[in-house]
């Protein structure tokens, strides 16, 4: 089957734009996870959902971070007003549920580069 | 808070030999998962291995395992027979809460023909 997807794949936009990444998770998971990639920070959550539940908003690192899921499926994480330490790889991964033991499948990633 | 903590920033390995990545972490819980992903230059995070803190044997798959030393903590990625293939980043990483992913810093392996 089809496993994460994620678009762009790359995306390049001048500070202070707001930019729209897309997460489509794998069919029939109901878990979804952002993370960002970086030189400086390595790889950090920023916020994960989870059905219907309210989101873990607990890793975005500023109120120009937000993310929304639609129907249960694809996600949107949108940066407003980027700046240049915001370039990154931003990696959406879903998991079949909440159990530990359960994996985190990863989509390709999006570039984001800030110039 | 947990940490993961990867010592190795790079390694250099022949063709066919045997690597061992190493990876300690820091918990307060004592039920907790940790898992291992390869990401080669491609970008992507490819699952390669879980092991469960209640888990009596250590995880296998394939030339994979993993060396689970609890009263150590610590859950080093042993890579059989090494291949060209294997080349990438490789990172440690321990499910907080049953939520999220932590990361270590991760160790670049490279195989030598």
């Known amino acids: 089957g089809a496993g994460v997807s994620q678009s762009p794949s790359n995306k390049v936009t001048e500070k202070g734009k707001d930019v729209e990444l897309r997460c489509d998770p794998i069919s029939g998971h109901t878990a979804l996870y952002w993370y960002r990639q970086s030189l400086g920070q390595g790889l950090e959550f920023l916020i994960y959902?989870?059905?219907?539940?309210?989101?873990?908003k607990s890793g975005l690192p500023s109120d120009r971070f937000s993310a929304e899921r639609t129907g249960g499926s694809v996600s949107t994480l949108t940066i407003q007003r980027t700046q240049q330490e915001d370039s990154a790889v931003y990696l959406c991964?879903?998991?079949?549920?909440?159990?530990?033991?359960?994996?985190?499948?990863f989509g390709p990633g999006t570039r984001l580069l800030v110039l | 808070a947990q940490k993961i903590t990867q010592t190795q920033p790079g390694m250099f390995v022949q063709e066919k030999e045997a690597v061992t990545l190493d990876c300690t972490y820091d918990?307060?819980?004592?039920?907790?998962?940790l898992f291992w992903y390869k990401q080669p230059s491609s970008g992507e995070m490819i699952f390669l291995i879980y092991?469960?803190?209640?888990?009596?044997q250590n995880a296998t798959e394939g030339r994979y395992s993993l060396n689970f030393q609890k009263a150590r903590k610590s859950a080093n990625l042993v890579i059989s027979a090494s291949q060209l293939g294997d080349s990438a980043m490789y990172f440690c990483a321990m499910i907080q809460g049953a939520q999220k992913l932590v990361f270590g810093q991760g160790t670049r392996l490279t195989i030598n023909p």
């Open positions: 918990t307060s819980d004592q039920s907790y998962g």
């Open positions: 991964a879903s998991s079949s549920s909440l159990k530990r033991r359960e994996t985190q499948y």
């Open positions: 959902f989870q059905g219907n539940s309210a989101p873990d």
């Open positions: 092991q469960g803190s209640y888990d009596e």
